[in-house]
């Protein structure tokens, strides 16, 4: 059985010597279609600051600690660098995300 990530789940991403692997919000996945096979993506931090760019998601039962999306860290990257589902954001949460990523982008 295939499972492709979808958006609004949350993922373990292996990226390898160069970044440190981390959970991350899956935001696209890539569609026979598409131009590129890209995952399109932003990182969890458990190091909250509480600015702009960050959306706190707390306590999380499938996270070992309080965490936070970190819009800033938008990125893509190889779908298969997706190793395993940790859980899905609630609808308010992935609403927050999409909200703080329109407004640091000014969109």
């Not at 970190?70 to 308010?92: C, Y």
């Amino acid at each position: 059985m295939n499972i492709e990530p979808a958006p609004g789940e949350v993922w373990f991403a292996e990226l390898g010597m160069v970044e440190k692997s981390r959970p991350v919000l899956v935001l696209a996945y890539p569609q026979d279609s598409d131009a590129r096979a890209l995952t399109v993506v932003v990182p969890l931090t458990s190091q909250i600051r509480g600015g702009r760019g960050e959306v706190d998601l707390g306590k999380l039962r499938w996270l070992p600690k309080p965490s936070a999306v970190n819009v800033q860290g938008l990125a893509s990257f190889d779908r298969h660098l997706l190793t395993r589902k940790l859980g899905t954001l609630s609808q308010e949460h992935y609403v927050a995300v999409k909200a703080a990523i329109r407004e640091l982008l000014g969109l």
